[in-house]
């Protein structure tokens, strides 16, 4: 939980819609660095699907860590920093790569010359009016992408007993990880990105199926479902079987996290769950005019089950 | 439970509400996108008409919400919904009992208009809100014919513009499934001409009373 601040993404120099997404995944992503037993997380990373529908194959993950905010370096896509690095090693020796791109309020950041735009439709809208000579549009799922298979990274030195240069050129399997506040698959966003990398112009090292990869690469899981695994195992519940895997710092570790994501709207869909009925008025003063066309409310029920 | 209390348990129910709804809503417009159709306007805005004014008191609370959306394929229809919690003046209020209707609720709309519809327009999204809002239930004196028959409300206008509404209680939408369900499907279904799929597929949509038929 102190990614944030370690990597100075707390400075007042941030908007503060950048701020809130770089904490909270700082908070979910360093569980990675701080957790003893990952099954929690790996729970989250098999959440994942990609555009074809499949789950995110990880299991028996022996130990990781994650690095936040790494450099890539991919042709003309210097500028591009995802947000984490999860190097995962799994108990038969082999390793995995998980490159994150997180999003909490805001879009992705594309762009197209010089100009940042928030997605396709707006990048047709600017070439429209700025003319075709600008320079291709730059998808940044699609930048991060090609950069998680070709480019040249640069990690930040942090303590840790993993080299993620090794993972980033040796790792049996790659991956993107779109993380964002989505409820649902956010199609447009993951179609585009393979659209991108297929019709990448320049690339020499690109390959004739970048695209088939990238859509079977390339997945997208919700900050919620996160919160659904911490439920699903039954660690909102005090005491609980699930806890007995945990030590105790591990675990108010989790529930405070859980706390976070409930706060920030990002718990698992519950509706009409948190309304309190009112009781009866009765007021201190009787004689007011105010206040008096106030009713009593009990809870209520749906006319028809679904 | 004194006055005070009351009103903060008031306040709070009211935020939790609105915190669901805005769920509700954008679990539906993750999946319209999805399914290739784009929102009128240009946001995420899902409510209009209300007043800031200390004149207009009765007006500050937002009590209807509603997203309608389109496709470029068929550009002279549009399908949409609103959800009303409720709070409507006498006279609307007689008509929703007339179908023995219940706040909260949806209406889910199918809209057919003989010119294409300007989806991008912010004049035009109010204009397709106010319709999706009072479409199957209001019945002012532009609606020139109406038919109830399995639940379903086909009304048409003076011009030949005319809506297809079913209605489904809102406090049943508890699950993403449901939604999909009763929401999601049904109104592609209807974009996409299927008006028969909807009475076939003996969705859990709330009966209305036969008798405003004429």
Redesign the interface.
């Known amino acids: 939980m102190l990614a944030a601040e370690i990597y100075g993404k707390m400075s007042g120099g941030n908007p503060a819609y950048e701020r809130m997404e770089d904490i909270l995944t700082s908070y979910v992503l360093s569980l990675f660095r701080y957790l003893n037993n990952l099954e929690i997380m790996e729970g989250f990373l098999r959440k994942a699907r990609n555009i074809e529908g499949h789950n995110l194959t990880v299991a028996n993950v022996k130990s990781g860590d994650v690095f936040f905010w790494p450099l890539l370096n991919f042709g003309g896509t210097n500028c591009r920093e995802p947000d984490a690095f999860i190097c995962l090693e799994e108990e038969n020796g082999k390793k995995l790569a998980v490159a994150v791109e997180a999003k909490y309020h805001s879009g992705l950041s594309n762009i197209l010359g010089k100009s940042e735009a928030s997605g396709k439709e707006e990048a047709e809208k600017l070439l429209e009016k700025e003319g075709e000579s600008l320079v291709e549009f730059r998808h940044q799922l699609a930048d991060e992408y090609c950069g998680l298979k070709c480019g040249k990274w640069t990690f930040r030195k942090v303590y840790s007993k993993y080299d993620p240069q090794i993972f980033q050129a040796k790792a049996e399997r790659k991956y993107l990880l779109y993380i964002t506040s989505h409820h649902e698959f956010p199609k447009g966003d993951i179609m585009e990105a393979i659209e991108a990398t297929r019709d990448r112009k320049g690339c020499e090292r690109a390959l004739g199926n970048c695209g088939v990869n990238a859509s079977n690469e390339i997945y997208w899981v919700g900050w919620r479902d996160l919160y659904a695994v911490i439920e699903e195992k039954g660690m909102l519940q005090v005491p609980s079987k699930a806890c007995m895997d945990y030590t105790a710092s591990e675990q108010c570790l989790i529930a405070d996290l859980a706390e976070v994501l409930r706060i920030r709207g990002l718990k698992t869909f519950d509706p009409f769950r948190d309304l309190k009925p009112v009781q009866l008025v009765s007021n201190i003063i009787d004689d007011h005019f105010l206040f008096d066309g106030l009713k009593p409310v009990g809870l209520y029920e749906s006319i028809i089950q679904i | 439970?004194?006055?005070r209390?009351?009103?903060e348990?008031?306040v709070?129910?009211m935020k939790?509400?609105y915190?669901?709804i805005g769920?509700?809503i954008?679990?539906i417009e993750?999946?319209m996108?999805?399914q290739g159709f784009k929102p009128f306007g240009m946001d995420a805005a899902c409510t209009w008409e209300s007043s800031s004014s200390f004149k207009e008191a009765n007006s500050w609370l937002s009590t209807y919400f509603s997203r309608a959306y389109c496709r470029d394929d068929i550009s002279r229809r549009a399908v949409g919904f609103c959800i009303h919690l409720g709070g409507y003046s006498p006279a609307e209020q007689r008509k929703l009992e007339r179908l023995s209707m219940?706040f909260p609720f949806l209406n889910i709309s199918l809209l057919e208009q003989k010119e294409d519809f300007k989806r991008k327009d912010a004049r035009e999204r109010r204009e397709v809100w106010d319709w999706v809002w009072g479409a199957g239930w209001y019945k002012d004196e532009t609606v020139k014919k109406r038919k109830i028959r399995n639940n379903l409300v086909f009304e048409e206008y003076e011009g030949g513009a005319r809506n297809l509404t079913y209605f489904v209680?809102l406090?049943?939408?508890?699950?993403?499934e449901?939604i999909q369900?009763?929401i999601i499907e049904p109104m592609v279904k209807l974009y996409e001409g299927g008006e028969n799929w909807i009475a076939s597929n003996k969705l859990?949509i709330?009966p209305i009373k036969a008798s405003d038929e004429d």
């Open positions: 439970m004194d006055n209390e009351v009103i348990t008031t709070n129910n939790s509400l915190k669901d769920e509700i954008q679990i993750e999946n996108e999805n219940k209680d406090l049943a939408l508890t699950k993403k449901t369900r009763v859990p709330l």
